[in-house]
T-cell receptor, first 112, second 114 residues
Framework: ETGVTQSPTHLIKTRGQQVTLRCSSQ?????VSWYQQALGQGPQFIFQ???????GRGNFPPRFSGLQFPNYSSELNVNALELDDSALYLC???????????FGQGTRLTVV | AQKITQTQPGMFVQEKEAVTLDCTYD???????LFWYKQPSSGEMIFLIY??????QNATEGRYSLNFQKARKSANLVISASQLGDSAMYFC???????????FGTGTRLTVIP
């Protein structure tokens, strides 16, 4: 079992609302990466945070934003939710080069 | 551009038998890493095994081994002595050296039959 915890595990939101997802990091790790996994697909990279700074972003619009805190935990914020945002959101805690990358159990977001 | 292809949407294996899950990749980089993850129905991605592009020996971790054929750009996962708990989705992923993301394939659903 990893030390990476995501909260909440499930939630349902209405189109147009905003959501915040949270991720703890493993002790000793300074990097958190967020991924979106649509049903039946592999995870897709949203962005990465390294030492509280965004360190790269995938092909996601600006309404997906994030934060990393001094203890290296992280938040993913999504504004103006759309139906297509319904997915499993995974975070990975690691060293910067993805060594010892541990994923959380994910947050399953449903937008109705 | 990078690409990961997993051509087997689903695989079945008898308990205690070995199974090979296929993964081919495409990259123009010489330095990269290949990963395999297991995703049970709970959703968590569990790291199984890693192979660096310059590693001369195939990686092994317990019942998992990676059959790395660099010239063919193939990184197949071999699971020996399958167990019922091995039933899950399996994802192959690649990271180009210096990149900040893993690039995943579409996965293979493995079902172990008693």
């Amino acid at each position: 079992e990893t030390g990476v915890t995501q909260s909440p595990t499930h939630l349902i939101k209405t189109r147009g609302q905003q959501v915040t997802l949270r991720c703890s990091s493993q002790s000793g790790h300074n990097t958190v990466s967020w991924y979106q996994q649509a049903l039946g697909q592999g995870p897709q990279f949203i962005f990465q945070y390294y030492r509280e700074e965004e360190n790269g972003r995938g092909n996601f619009p600006p309404r997906f934003s994030g934060l990393q805190f001094p203890n290296y935990s992280s938040e993913l914020n999504v504004n103006a939710l759309e139906l297509d945002d319904s997915a499993l959101y995974l975070c990975a805690s690691s060293h910067r080069d993805y060594t010892e990358a541990f994923f959380g159990q994910g947050t399953r977001l449903t937008v109705v | 551009a990078q690409k990961i292809t997993q051509t087997q949407p689903g695989m079945f294996v008898q308990e205690k038998e070995a199974v090979t899950l296929d993964c081919t990749y495409d990259t123009s980089d010489q330095s990269y890493g290949l990963f395999w993850y297991k995703q049970p129905s709970s959703g968590e991605m569990i790291f199984l095994i890693y192979q660096g592009s310059y590693d001369e020996q195939n990686a092994t971790e317990g019942r998992y081994s990676l059959n790395f054929q660099k010239a063919r750009k193939s990184a197949n996962l071999v699971i020996s002595a399958s167990q019922l708990g091995d039933s899950a989705m399996y994802f192959c992923a690649m990271r180009q050296t210096g990149a900040n993301n893993l690039f995943f394939g579409t996965g293979t659903r493995l079902t172990v039959i008693p």
